[in-house]
């Protein structure tokens, strides 16, 4: 409804920490609330179904993984994906994060930055321009290709 996007910001206010226990792969195109929860440097603790072990991973590099054996979780900027898909696993990394609190602070921090970089409107909306122009480039080669393999000789 109206207004509702300027709410979102004051009910996130006091969050420390989300946790996204989605299973579901085919359910979690994409996860739309954990953008916006990470835009408010909150730390997520998902499973990574779906597009939320896409973007997660994207927005790190491979030598900054790290695994957290109590939890059997992979840590990324921005949250932790638990690896052991339980509600033991979900627990132990959330228990981990509520009782570290720097590294709630850091994964915050880490979140929001991922976001600005990745997912910020005018950036997104050069790469869909990006995009549509490779396609419209791509359709006029292909049909200048196709006038000249039915040309008579």
């Given at each position: 409804g109206e207004g509702e996007g300027e709410l979102l910001p004051r009910h996130l206010a006091g969050w420390d920490l989300a946790v996204n226990p989605s299973l579901r792969a085919w359910s979690e195109t994409f996860c739309i609330a954990n953008i916006e929860i990470m835009s408010m440097e909150i730390p997520?603790?998902?499973?990574?179904?779906?597009?939320?072990?896409?973007?997660?991973?994207?927005?790190?590099?491979?030598?900054?993984?790290?695994?957290?054996?109590?939890?059997?979780?992979?840590?990324?900027?921005?949250?932790?994906?638990?690896?052991?898909?339980?509600?033991?696993?979900?627990?132990?990394?959330?228990?981990?994060?509520?009782?570290n609190s720097s590294e709630r602070l850091r994964y915050g921090q880490a979140a929001r930055i991922a976001i600005k970089t990745h997912f910020e409107l005018h950036a997104q909306m050069e790469k869909y321009?990006?995009?549509?122009?490779?396609?419209?480039?791509?359709?006029?080669?292909?049909?200048?290709?196709?006038?000249?393999?039915?040309?008579?000789?």
């Open positions: 997520i603790i998902s499973f990574g179904v779906g597009g939320i072990g896409e973007y997660l991973v994207h927005n790190t590099q491979e030598q900054n993984r790290q695994t957290n054996t109590a939890a059997n979780a992979t840590i990324l900027p921005g949250g932790i994906v638990v690896d052991d898909i339980s509600s033991k696993g979900l627990a132990d990394a959330t228990i981990s994060l509520i009782q321009q990006k995009l549509y122009s490779a396609l419209v480039d791509e359709q006029e080669l292909m049909q200048s290709v196709a006038i000249t393999n039915t040309s008579p000789p």
